[in-house]
């Protein structure tokens, strides 16, 4: 049975509380980012997503996710960790040496969820549109996902991939960009302004759609909802998915100076005073 939305948030508070404790405890990491994709991670997780009991690399006849932006990977840990990837308890190691939670992603280490290292930015999508090529090839009808920063798609090599994507119909694909207009410079209206986003995807012949509220678990839903619907179509689907850094920490949230930078103690606490235990801390 999926959970219901007081569930969901409850798990989204708790993964906030993990990510905080997580960068303060090092004294490093990307809560902003994190923050704000928190409950896009915990739907794709814990509703939208078609997954197998257990981890295998070849991920057949599941759902599979490639997280682009590998900075945000306290959020990713966080929610593989608690649906059920690894032991909660592991989230402690994070950023640590000889850790399987590295600040990016990586797959040496072999920690189940993690199929492709990332954190070199622009990469992602060109190995999800992959994998979703293999799981054609295959016969395989489940999707593909990925998740990518705004400020990512100042690289070029995403261009490159959202043109191969369209002319070769991968229409198994769902990729999600997270446009929460702030990366570590600043505005991305001020460091490189990018224009009308879904106009250009369109114009590279993909379907677009948009999550306004995409910090509310129950528009996320109905919105990738509509994106799953919009698959097998002859066309690669992209979300652009409106959230706030930091969302959830109120002197985090409207400016992108939490980008990669911790909260102090003073600062930790003030923020888990925002978000209550849910699930209990690791």
């Keep these: 049975m999926k959970p ?19 960068v303060h405890a090092v004294n490093s990491g990307h809560p902003g980012g994190s923050l704000g994709c928190t409950e896009f991670f915990v739907a794709l997780y814990q509703v939208l997503m078609d997954r197998k009991e257990g981890f295998d690399m070849d991920g057949k006849n ?11 990977s306290p959020v990713f840990y966080s929610v593989l960790a608690r649906s059920g990837y690894f032991p909660v308890s592991e989230l402690a190691t994070f950023r640590l040496i000889n850790s399987r939670l590295q600040g990016h992603p990586t797959t040496h280490e072999g920690l189940p969820g993690i199929r492709v290292a990332s954190g070199s930015l622009g990469q992602g999508m060109s190995v999800a549109i992959g994998a979703a090529l293999a799981k054609k090839l295959n016969n395989d009808s489940h999707l593909v996902y990925s998740l990518h920063g705004d400020g990512e798609l100042q690289e ?24 929460n207009g702030k990366q ?9 302004p990018m224009g009308d986003i879904k106009a250009k995807f369109v114009a590279f012949g993909w379907d677009v759609l948009e999550i306004k509220e995409g910090n509310d678990i129950e528009a996320i839903i109905s919105g990738m909802t509509e994106a799953k619907a919009k698959t097998g179509k002859g066309k690669p689907v992209c979300v652009l998915l409106h959230t706030e850094m930091g969302n959830g920490v109120d002197y985090m949230m409207h ?20 978000n209550l235990a849910t699930l209990g801390d690791y």
Excluded: C
């Design 4 to 22: 219901n939305t007081q569930q969901l948030n409850d798990f989204s508070t708790q993964v906030r509380r993990d990510i905080l404790r997580m």
């Design 62 to 72: 599941e759902d599979l996710f490639f997280l682009s932006n590998g900075h945000i």
């Design 156 to 179: 070029g090599q995403n261009w490159e991939a959202i043109m191969y994507a369209s002319a070769y119909k991968v229409d198994n694909y769902i990729a999600t960009i997270d446009l």
């Design 184 to 192: 570590i410079d600043g505005a991305t209206d001020e460091v490189l």
């Design 255 to 274: 400016t992108h100076a939490w980008h990669g930078k911790a909260p102090n103690d003073e600062q930790l606490a003030n923020a888990l005073a925002q």
